[in-house]
Structure formats: structure tokens, C-alpha cells
């Protein structure tokens, strides 16, 4: 294993959720019960999840805990990818890999007959029977060595992120968690000034995890920076108080790719495979983010197919195919496959970014204020609201998501 | 349509002056097109001072430029943007340099 950073994980960022059920089967399948499931360096087990529409200075949120997240084969815990993947990579270690740090791939290794055949790294060559590329997002190799297309700014998103430290008590004080447990939050709409994106934030052991993605295609066009987005999203009065009195110890940046199933470039190659973030394996539903459990699965059948194809002494493309069958036989494609619209209706759908959130503040306003004036019918209060954006619209845009869910 | 800035008040310096870096004085990772900076198109380098989340391109409210790689986040977001415009060149930094994450 190479990697360019000088510890596994050192030049990574997520979110970050991980949900789990992936990273159980490798352990079941290779851990032989080696590795007990509480030692695993998993942030907090996420058992409550908010999701908010915001405006300028108010949040409608919808709060959701129950039993049923937490529970074994459907459990998700946060985590942060320094200490998660040094963990990782000592697994590895451990099992026998030799895990060279500090090392960035400038090319792979091609023969007369356009085969994979091993990486160089500065003056360095070092061959292999299958090189399987797992180098993330910005994946250089599989643009400048494989011809992967690049990624166009309509299907890839900048995140942003900030890690601020808190005793682990007031954060679940403030989350409403119990110890070892915690919470994820989604917003839409303000905290990304009305463009196409989102805001995030997990609790973490002792930190907090508090960013926004945004679409490069709609940003790059923006009347304000990312960076100054995040500073009045962490200003949001339904934000401030969750980061109040927190140390800031980290800001990171990292892409995401947005696309879907239509941005997944090709994956075998003649003696080479791709494998997690750089096939594009990541899924944003806007409720629900996924990635790193595509990225262990995809990780896991690529390996198995090398070792299969090397097994048999050929690691021809045809024979590495064995990867592509896997692959569309999981969940991994499957589950793209079948959100592989959804982008497109993110895409267009301004008013989820800007009139929804405004609407929702004006009905709630509305059904929670009482200022002393005489009592207007409900549904009366809340027809001009609907009606100002147009019932047909809202109806229209409603049932082309739930099309695509 | 590329919409106008509104007014910057953000010190991203100050943000990420939190992060673990190396820089590599030596060697530029990113290059972009041209040394005058004033030189390059408003649209384009308009994009990258929206979309950086090291803010490392900057234009003043008087038009001024700069760009500094010593912050680099190595995300890659302003290689999607503009390779083959004003980017002329995106590699990764040398071994052990740039930023290393110690939460990520």
C-alpha cells in the first residue's frame, strides 16, 4: 500500500458518517475475530438525526431518534479519518501489507501493450501483478494514466469543514446523547446563500464536525465565497450556540462527487483497477450522504477479484472483469443505479435552496405566534404562503423527487 | 452569469493557521497560467476566488490579485474549475509536504 500523506488518513477528509454494514462484512469475512468491534477508533454511534430547512435567520427542523438507527447491521457512527484510517492501515499491517507512507504516485506503469504493470514515484519504480487505484476525488491517475474523463463542475461539489474541540459532556448535553452516542444534522437553503448544496454537522468523541458542500458548477457563478458561507452559516443564530465557546483545531477541504451512476468512469483496466472516490462511488440523496461505505465494499471486491486474477496468472482486463460482475452485483451499483436520476432534479431545484426554507419560516411563524390580534383560520393564514409559489409548482416539483426517490 | 461579490468580512488566514503544514518553498504545486495575475480572465479567475475553501485566490475590492499555494487544502476543487484555462498545472505536493489532516 502506498500512500502519499505521511500516515494513512493524513490527507483525508470526510464528513463524516460512516455507515457501517460494509466495513462489518470485511471484518467477518477477514477479521477471523481478531478485531473486536469496540476497539474500532469510531467517533460516536449516530442515533439522532435533524434535518433543517433554514433562511436568514430561522430553522425548521425535523428531529428523529429512535432505536432502529442504532441497531447492529444498520448502525452509522461518525468519524474522523486521521485516527479512523491509521487504524485501519495498522489492520493491514498487521495482516501482513507493507504500508509505504510519505510516497505519491506520479504515473502508472504502462507496457508496450497499454497494461498496468506497477507506479512510479519520483525516480522509483516499484511493479506489481495489479495496481489497484484508491487515491480519492481528485483523482489525478485515473484522469492523466487511465483517461478517465474529468469530472465536469455540475457533477462535483466542494466541501468545507471545521473541527471544533468540546468535552465530550457538553456535547451531549447540547445533542441530547447519551455517552458513545451522538447526532447528525443536515440543513438546506441559507447556509449555502440559496445555491444547490448543503450544510452538515456530526458529533464526534470530542469535537464537532460543521461544514458545507456546495455544487462548483452553481458556486463558481456565486455572489459570495464558500469561506465566507461557512462564517455566516456558523453565525446562524440555529448554529452559533452548538459551536459556542469551541476551539477551533481544524479547517479542511475536500471534493465531492455529485454525479451518480452517470459519473462512475470506467474501473477495469488491463492490470489495474479503481476502486472507492476515484470511480465516484458516492451518493448524495440530500437527507442521506454516502461514500465511505460504497469506498470499502468497492475496496474489498477489487482485491478479491486481483487475487482471484492472480491467482490464475491473468490479469488481463477480461480477467479482472470478474471486479465490474462484483461490483453490479452489490449494493454499491445497485444502489447508485437506482438514485441515478436524483442529481438532476438536485440540480434544478432552486426552491428547495430558497423558497422552501422561506415558506416553511413563514408558516411556522404563523402556527406558533400570538401577539395578542384577533385569530385568523389556520388555512387561511397559510394559503397565501402556498399560494405566492404557486400550488401547481410546488406539487409538480414535489412528485418529480419522489420519482426519482 | 457570474454575479457579483458581495462584501468579504472572513479571515480564512486566521482559520487555517490551525492546520499541520509543510510547505514545499521549493516547488509550486499549482501554477496558474500566467505569473501576471491581472493578466488572466475576470470570469475565470472569479471562480476560484468563489470556490477555494483556503480562500487562495484573492482579489481586492480595487481589483488587486494574489494567489498563494502555501495553504493548500489539496482538494482539487480549483483543478475542476479551470485545468486547462488559467490552471496550467495541478500536482500533488511533494512527499511530506502540504497539509496533513490530524482529525480529517
Redesign the interface.
Known amino acids: 500500500m502506498v500512500e502519499?500523506?505521511?500516515y494513512a488518513?493524513?490527507?483525508?477528509?470526510?464528513g463524516g458518517r460512516l455507515y457501517a454494514h460494509s466495513l462489518r462484512s470485511v471484518l467477518e469475512g477477514y477479521g477471523a475475530g481478531e478485531v473486536d468491534w469496540d476497539d474500532i477508533p469510531f467517533e460516536r454511534k449516530i442515533v439522532h438525526e435533524r434535518i433543517a430547512l433554514m433562511d436568514k435567520a430561522s430553522a425548521c427542523t425535523v428531529d428523529f431518534s429512535s432505536e432502529e438507527l442504532g441497531r447492529e447491521t444498520c448502525d452509522s457512527y461518525s468519524v474522523?479519518?486521521?485516527p479512523?484510517?491509521q487504524w485501519l492501515s495498522q489492520l493491514a499491517e498487521q495482516a501482513g501489507c507493507e504500508v509505504l507512507c510519505?510516497?505519491?504516485v506520479d504515473e502508472l506503469l504502462r507496457n508496450d501493450d497499454g497494461a498496468i504493470y506497477g507506479i512510479r514515484v519520483?525516480e522509483d519504480r516499484i511493479t506489481a501483478h495489479v495496481v489497484i487505484v484508491a487515491e480519492g476525488?481528485?483523482s489525478?491517475l485515473t484522469e492523466r494514466c487511465l483517461g478517465a474523463p474529468?469530472?465536469?463542475?455540475h457533477q462535483?461539489a466542494?466541501?468545507?469543514k471545521?473541527?471544533f474541540e468540546l468535552p465530550a459532556r457538553v456535547i451531549e448535553d447540547r445533542f441530547l446523547c447519551q455517552p458513545g452516542e451522538g447526532a447528525a444534522m443536515l440543513f438546506a437553503g441559507d447556509c449555502t446563500h440559496g445555491y444547490v448544496g448543503g450544510g452538515f454537522m456530526y458529533t464526534n468523541k470530542e469535537?464537532i464536525?460543521l461544514g458545507l458542500v456546495a455544487t462548483?458548477g452553481h458556486?463558481?457563478?456565486?455572489?459570495?465565497?464558500?469561506?465566507?458561507m461557512?462564517?455566516d452559516f456558523k453565525k446562524h443564530p440555529a448554529v452559533a450556540p452548538m459551536i459556542s465557546g469551541a476551539t477551533?483545531?481544524?479547517?479542511?477541504?475536500?471534493?465531492v462527487s455529485e454525479g451518480g451512476y452517470d459519473m462512475v468512469p470506467r474501473f477495469v483496466y488491463d492490470g489495474c483497477l479503481v476502486a472507492g472516490d476515484a470511480a465516484m462511488l458516492c451518493m448524495n440523496l440530500g437527507y442521506q450522504v454516502r461514500g465511505m461505505d460504497f469506498a470499502i465494499a468497492s475496496g474489498r471486491l477489487a482485491a478479491e477479484a486481483a487475487c482471484e486474477a492472480i491467482d490464475a496468472g491473468d490479469v488481463s482486463c477480461s480477467a479482472l472483469s470478474a471486479y465490474k460482475e462484483a461490483m453490479e452485483s452489490s449494493f454499491v451499483i445497485k444502489d447508485l443505479k437506482a438514485y441515478r436520476s436524483w442529481p438532476q432534479v438536485m440540480d434544478g431545484w432552486s426552491g428547495m435552496f430558497n423558497e422552501y426554507p422561506s415558506m416553511a419560516t413563514a408558516a411556522l411563524n404563523k402556527l406558533f405566534t400570538v401577539d395578542g390580534s384577533p385569530l385568523v383560520p389556520l388555512k387561511k393564514r397559510l394559503k397565501p404562503i402556498v399560494k405566492q409559489y404557486g400550488i401547481v409548482k410546488l406539487a409538480r416539483e414535489l412528485k418529480r423527487a419522489v420519482d426519482a426517490l | 452569469m457570474m454575479r457579483e461579490l458581495k462584501p468579504i468580512s472572513v479571515n480564512v488566514e486566521n482559520l487555517i493557521s490551525v492546520n499541520k503544514y509543510c510547505v514545499d518553498e521549493e516547488h509550486k504545486h499549482i501554477e496558474l497560467a500566467s505569473e501576471d495575475l491581472g493578466s488572466l480572465p475576470d470570469e475565470e479567475f472569479g471562480k476560484l476566488v468563489r470556490l477555494c475553501p483556503a480562500a487562495l485566490y484573492k482579489q481586492q475590492p480595487d481589483g488587486t490579485r494574489s494567489f498563494d499555494y502555501a495553504g493548500c487544502l489539496e482538494c482539487g476543487t480549483c483543478r475542476i474549475a479551470c485545468e486547462g484555462t488559467i490552471l496550467r498545472t495541478w500536482e500533488n505536493p511533494g512527499p511530506g509536504m502540504g497539509v496533513t489532516y490530524r482529525f480529517g
Open positions: 502519499r500523506g505521511e488518513g493524513a490527507k483525508n477528509m470526510t474522523l479519518r486521521a479512523f484510517d510519505g510516497m505519491a519520483g476525488v481528485n489525478l474529468r469530472p465536469r463542475p462535483m466542494v466541501g468545507i471545521e473541527c469535537s464536525s462548483i458556486l463558481q457563478e456565486a455572489d459570495t465565497t464558500i469561506c465566507q461557512l462564517d477551533l483545531v481544524e479547517h479542511s477541504g475536500h471534493m
